[in-house]
């Protein structure tokens, strides 16, 4: 089956800094790329969908300034949380479709941010 | 409003009986529903679609049901097993800023005691 990598799967980092989060599709090309934060006890809410080759579209509530996302090529992803805050921290899964298909979506294993 | 709601936020069953999960939505009209399995600090793994005009779909141990009319999905693990213990989503397209995207509840975590 298709496989969408993450990395890192974890990361602690000072306010203030910012992280990069990858998300790769090892074995197939992912035309669209979705990224999800999670809270605990919450369900996955969609932050954003990016389109290999062109801006991101982000949900309502979502700054762009804040989460950079790039879709470069057609298997990477990236997401950077810029100036992170204790309230960023969560749980960032990104998942990947081919030919834009929604209803066949993989998911990444996920990254969990802390932010001190 | 629009909502999608799985009203168990826990079940908790015994080894080898049936546990069923209900996955309701409101102001929503889904071309398709899926579940997916939840592991601690793991993104969800896929585990069967239904579409709108499917009242079930079996795979293995797992059962989906569909009701439009009622606007509703059922879950159910026949034979459960420990390992079966874990986080269940539905999720199903809803609009969004993009156009369309999976939408998801919040889960039932399902624990199965041996």
């Known amino acids: 089956g298709a496989v969408v990598s993450q990395h890192p799967s974890w990361v602690i980092c000072k306010s203030g800094t910012s992280v990069k989060i990858e998300c790769r599709s090892l074995d197939f090309q992912a035309t669209t790329m979705f990224w999800y934060r999670q809270f605990p006890k919450q369900s996955l809410m969609l932050m954003a969908t990016?389109?290999?080759?062109?801006?991101?579209?982000?949900e309502q509530g979502v700054e762009k300034d804040k989460f950079l996302i790039n879709h470069a090529s057609l298997t990477l992803s990236t997401l950077t949380v810029t100036s992170a805050h204790p309230e960023d921290s969560s749980f960032y899964i990104c998942?990947?479709?081919?030919?834009?298909?929604?209803?066949?979506?993989?998911f990444g294993p996920g990254t969990r941010l802390l932010v001190l | 409003s629009q909502k999608i709601e799985q009203n168990s936020e826990a079940l908790n069953i015994q080894e080898g009986k049936t546990a069923t999960l209900t996955c309701n939505y409101t102001n929503y009209s889904p071309a398709y529903l899926q579940w997916y399995r939840q592991d601690p600090g793991r993104g969800p793994v896929f585990l069967l679609l239904?579409?709108?005009?499917?009242k079930e779909k079996r795979k293995e141990r797992l059962k989906v049901t569909f009701d439009t009319t009622l606007k509703q999905s059922l879950f159910h693990i026949t034979a459960s097993q420990p390992a079966d213990s874990a986080t269940y989503l539905c999720?199903?397209?809803?609009?969004?800023?993009?156009?369309?995207?999976?939408?998801f509840g919040k889960g039932t975590t399902l624990s199965v005691s041996s």
């Open positions: 998942s990947a479709s081919a030919g834009g298909r929604q209803e066949t979506q993989y």
């Open positions: 239904i579409r709108e005009n499917e």
């Open positions: 990016s389109n290999e080759g062109s801006k991101a579209t982000y």
């Open positions: 999720a199903l397209v809803g609009a969004n800023q993009a156009g369309t995207a999976l939408i």
